[in-house]
């Protein structure tokens, strides 16, 4: 089994990925920033370390079901840490999981722009 090293502060942080956890933020947070950084980088990269492995898979499925994105790569590994409480050597699972724009992503984007603008008109007048 291959030890992968967390990537330490040397390892500039890449502009379109996304290390998603589940205890900080809730699922359409990601979903929505991962539409945002698509826009932006054509691709995304959904990282996460042990139970937030399903809610990487859960933003993944939802962006390719809803015809945004494509999947590009998923990439699994195990990485050593230092147990805080204990101090010793833990192994956690990882996965990364890189997205690509559908053919239908802007278009389908361009729609759900223009579903908003009138509810948000309406927003205003009340």
Request: charge should be positive; hydrophobic fraction near 40%.
């Amino acid at each position: 089994m291959d030890t992968v090293e967390i990537s330490g502060p040397t390892e500039p942080q890449k502009k379109n990925r996304i290390q998603v956890s589940n205890t900080k933020k809730p699922l359409f947070f990601y979903v929505n920033l991962a539409k945002r950084y698509m826009q932006q980088h054509n691709e995304v990269e959904l990282s996460a370390l042990g139970m937030a492995i399903t809610t990487v898979v859960t933003i993944a499925e939802i962006l390719k079901n809803n015809g945004l994105a494509t999947q590009k790569k998923v990439l699994t590994s195990t990485v050593g840490m230092k147990d805080e409480t204990k101090g010793r050597l833990i192994h956690k699972a990882k996965i990364e999981i890189v997205l690509g724009k559908s053919e239908k992503f802007d278009s389908l984007m361009t729609a759900a722009a223009a579903a908003t603008a009138p509810e948000a008109a309406a927003e205003d007048k009340k």
